[in-house]
């Protein structure tokens, strides 16, 4: 019988906070945000890859709490921007930039450009409380619309359409993006250390 553990998300962005509890709901864990244990102090993300910002945030808090933690790191890749914005898509227009300001930016960098394909990546780190880490990345593909389209979901999704679709991200219902997303795709590795977890906590 397994026992009931509790996996703290180190995110203080609340639409991937509710994405990520909607995803792990499945599971008999005790999932928490940070607004639940008083708050946690954002992690400098001074790695160069996804994986590293994404265990260096995990690690970090993970030991800091003592609890499980899921962390992630995510981003928008544009190959005509030599993948940019890429670990820098929250910080594209600027420290305190909107979503708007970030698509705009990125718009008028592509302008006319003829290959609009890009792809959204995340990777998934699960930590214990004594800091092992484990990294699962996930990638969904698709192309950047000429001008934004939709008004659910968040980031740069009104101007990702994923390949096989004729709506961006922002067009398509949450569950319908829960399953295909580039945190879907992580999400069903994490899913599998997560059990594995869950089977050995005594």
Known sequence: MTKQI????????QHKIKEFKSMLSTLAITVISPGEIGGITEVEETGSTFEENARLKAVTIAERKKLYVFADDSGLEVEALNWRPGIRSARYAGPCASDLDRINKLLTELDSATNRKARFVCVIAIS?????????????????????????????????QPDGYDKTFAELQPEVKNCISHRANAMKKALLELNNILHCVE
């Open 128 to 160: 214990d409380p004594k800091g092992n880490a484990k990294t699962f990345r996930g990638e969904v593909y698709g192309q950047i619309t000429h001008d934004p389209r939709g008004i659910l979901n968040f980031g740069y999704d009104p101007i990702f």
């Open 6 to 13: 509790q996996l703290l998300i180190a995110s203080n962005n």
